[in-house]
């Protein structure tokens, strides 16, 4: 009995030491001083800019207005927005401010199925690259112009810095945190070390013949993940702008975050499953970046292993104590790493007030594996607009 709790437990560490190792040499790397300069464009590109709305009556019209404000010529860009199940005086609105308006008829909404209806809807029309935003989203406006200058130095795809639009309860603060930690992390972290930044789902620019070549081949619910694994096979950097900001509205609340990471992590086991059968190519290659982020696609979300490691850890108390003090080290460089990834401004009360809901948190995540089949096949909606409160459970 004692020799197989030994084995399991020596199974056990292997990834968890893999992926806290991971976390703690990239978040030393966002720690690292890197200036990213580019110069000034001599040519103003065309851009085709996408919303991809569903039922987002509440925050869209703003979100267009925003937009609208950049220092960039109003004719070197086009905004398109998918209008799905969305009402009619909304669309008559964004019509009057501009945008043009396309309404799918089609049966197996997602995300991907909206950005090809809005490519299809532009066909005949020239663009240089093509600009990806959620409804929500709020951009300052040399938005355009700082994706232009990098656009124009010959990078092909590019990741502005996300960050949290609103924290107005507990759980979009938290949820803000965590966004700044993976920017730390898999953005700017792997851009500060020379490997490409990970897309984030909006705030991103694709050079178009590149993005209408590979996006009729995306249908899944995680299109930015797909995205990612054929940039990676055509040997494209994706490159990190962390001074170029895109505000994105939080979850408000534990079910809708559970709903959230359920349509992520399925999409992350999806793409996780379809590199992995990639992995001698991968080698024959060298693509190590492809193989950075089959590591990367491999962890459980953070949450879930700051809960799972303390409860294993006392499992191994009850039953081999002597195994628990290397699992405490573990556990500790990760809490280092951690700490290295939270941005200074975190540093403050109402982060270690709202680190008490952390629990919770780690319940609603728990639920999100129960859905995770529906997560590959069926659209999940995050609500926007709206305050919502916390539950309790």
Not at 67 to 79: N, S, T, V
Request: glycine share 4%; proline share 4%; with cysteine.
């Amino acid at each position: 009995m004692e020799f197989v709790l030994h084995m399991i437990e020596g199974i056990f560490f292997i990834p968890f030491l893999i992926w806290i190792i991971y976390f703690l040499v990239f978040s030393i790397g966002y720690r690292m001083p890197r200036n990213q300069e580019f110069k000034q464009a001599s040519t103003q590109h065309r851009f085709l800019v996408i919303f991809p709305a569903y039922k987002e009556d509440a925050v869209i019209v703003e979100s267009i207005r925003s937009f609208l404000k950049q220092d960039y010529p109003h004719h070197l860009y086009k905004i398109v927005v998918v209008a799905d199940n969305m009402q009619e005086d909304t669309n008559e609105a964004l019509r009057t401010w501009g945008a043009t308006v396309v309404i799918p008829t089609y049966k197996n909404r997602s995300k991907a199925a909206a950005l090809n209806l809005a490519i299809t809807s532009t066909q005949g029309q020239e663009f240089d690259a093509v600009v990806i935003l959620d409804a929500d989203n709020l951009v300052f406006p040399d938005f355009l112009d700082q994706f232009n200058r990098v656009f124009s130095s010959g990078c092909k795809a590019i990741q502005a810095h996300r960050i949290a639009k609103n924290e107005n309860t507990d759980t979009a603060y938290l949820d803000g945190i965590s966004e700044e930690i993976n920017n730390s992390i898999f953005r700017k972290g792997h851009a500060n070390l020379g490997l490409p930044a990970a897309l984030t789902g909006s705030g991103m620019l694709f050079e178009m013949n590149w993005f209408k070549r590979i996006m009729p081949k995306i249908s899944s619910m995680g299109e930015d993940k797909e995205l990612e694994y054929h940039l990676l096979l055509d040997g494209i950097f994706t490159w990190y702008l962390e001074d170029v900001y895109v505000l994105d509205e939080k979850v408000q609340n534990r079910r809708d975050l559970s709903n959230q990471r359920k349509r992520w992590i399925a999409a992350q086991i999806d793409t996780f499953l379809l590199t992995f059968g990639e992995l001698n190519t991968i080698f024959r290659t060298r693509n190590w970046s492809m193989l950075d982020k089959l590591v990367q696609w491999s962890i459980p979300p953070r949450i879930i292993l700051l809960g799972i490691i303390p409860i294993w850890v006392f499992i191994l108390y009850i039953l081999a104590p002597i195994l628990m003090y290397k699992w405490l080290v573990l556990y500790l460089l990760f809490l280092i790493a951690l700490c290295l990834a939270v941005p200074n401004r975190f540093y403050n009360k109402r982060t270690l007030i709202s680190f008490l809901k952390l629990p919770f948190i780690f319940i609603a995540i728990m639920r999100s594996f129960m859905g995770i089949k529906s997560g590959r096949s069926t659209f999940v909606h995050t609500p926007h607009g709206e305050k919502k409160e916390d539950y309790s459970n």
